[in-house]
T-cell receptor
Framework: GNSVTQMEGPVTLSEEAFLTINCTYT??????LFWYVQYPGEGLQLLLK?????DKGSNKGFEATYRKETTSFHLEKGSVQVSDSAVYFC?????????????FGTGTRLQVTL | DVKVTQSSRYLVKRTGEKVFLECVQD?????MFWYRQDPGLGLRLIYF???????EKGDIPEGYSVSREKKERFSLILESASTNQTSMYLC????????????FGDGTRLSIL
């Protein structure tokens, strides 16, 4: 079946540091890939997505490129802020014939300090 | 903006009670989903619905049922609550299509005592 593997957290960075959160996946077919972010006490928000190989999703300074050859979708940001502290989830879509279901990674907590 | 509203942010119930969690979306989405979120396990799909009165089991349906009588509303039912159902429950909705993102509510933190 499909699966998503994320790097273990927590990740602790100083403000303005470079961020990478690794995500690799196993899937049949050609899934779409997503990054979601969950701020404390809230639900998940879509951060960015990519729907085919070599697509780059971007939003709020975050980027991720759909790499089919390495089955990866790593999240990057050039300069993190304290307000980026949250839990980040990588996910892939799976068309089940009736609806697209998402398979999530276990999440990576990011803590950014001054 | 898409709005997915869950009826309660926090809920405390007792073992053996029948518990209802309600979710409403305002974007005319065909699909609605219920997940539970537990530390170290990420999000796990309980049930989803692709149309009114239609439902399918997710990965962990045992001990749960769902109801979708209207397109905008999707209810999760714990038939006889148990302590191992203490968790964060998240509702989501989406249009049909492999590249359609899901939109989430803020979650209900349910404690079963």
């Amino acid at each position: 079946g499909n699966s998503v593997t994320q790097m273990e957290g927590p990740v602790t960075l100083s403000e303005e540091a470079f961020l990478t959160i690794n995500c690799t996946y196993t899937a049949t077919g050609y899934p779409s890939l997503f990054w979601y972010v969950q701020y404390p006490g809230e639900g998940l928000q879509l951060l960015l997505k990519a729907t085919k190989a070599d697509d780059k999703g971007s939003n709020k300074g975050f980027e991720a490129t759909y790499r089919k050859e390495t089955t990866s979708f790593h999240l990057e940001k050039g300069s993190v802020q304290v307000s980026d502290s949250a839990v980040y989830f990588c996910a892939l879509s799976d068309w089940g014939g009736t609806a697209s279901k998402l398979t999530f990674g276990t999440g990576t907590r990011l803590q950014v300090t001054l | 903006d898409v709005k997915v509203t869950q009826s309660s942010r926090y809920l405390v119930k007792r073992t053996g009670e029948k518990v209802f969690l309600e979710c409403v979306q305002d974007m005319d989405h065909e699909n609605m989903f219920w997940y539970r979120q537990d530390p170290g396990l990420g999000l796990r799909l309980i049930y989803f619905s692709y149309d009114v009165k239609m439902k399918e089991k997710g990965d962990i349906p045992e001990g749960y049922s769902v109801s979708r009588e209207k397109k905008e509303r999707f209810s999760l039912i714990l038939e006889s609550a148990s302590t191992n159902q203490t968790s964060m429950y998240l509702c989501a909705s989406s249009f049909t299509g492999g590249n359609q993102p899901q939109h989430f509510g803020d979650g209900t933190r349910l404690s079963i005592l």
